[in-house]
């Protein structure tokens, strides 16, 4: 069956980083449009960055331009997204998305990121 399996959530100072990962299975992952999207309590759910499928284009909600790269890796199924000096307002569960030929769509079960001092 499908999955999307995110880790790397966690809590985190103002100024740190983290790594998401997001493993797939169960569906073509190299003909998938791969999205990082994150939703803060009492918000509603944004797209924060997605990538194309063979990678090469990438794009990022401005208020993670700089600071969030999304990258992917056919081989091993795998997205990730590297979010640098975090800051408060990035607190949100951040969940995994992949668009399969605009046909389908599935989503991750969401990781839980705190940033706090």
């Known amino acids: 069956q499908v999955q999307l399996v995110e880790s790397g959530g966690g809590l985190v100072q103002p100024g740190g980083s983290l790594r998401l990962s997001c493993a797939a299975s169960?569906?073509?992952?190299?003909?998938?449009?791969m999205r990082w999207y994150r939703q803060a309590p009492g918000k509603e759910r944004e797209l924060v960055a997605s990538?194309?499928?063979?990678?090469?284009?990438?794009n990022y909600a401005d208020s993670v331009k700089g600071r969030f790269t999304i990258s992917r890796d056919n081989a091993k199924n795998t997205a990730s997204l590297q979010m640098n000096s975090l800051k408060p307002e990035d607190t949100a569960v951040y969940y995994c998305?992949?668009?399969?030929?605009?046909?389908?769509?599935?989503w991750g079960q969401g990781t839980q990121v705190t940033v706090s001092s």
């Open positions: 998305n992949a668009d399969v030929l605009n046909l389908k769509e599935y």
């Open positions: 169960g569906f073509t992952f190299r003909l998938s449009v």
């Open positions: 990538i194309s499928s063979g990678g090469t284009s990438k």
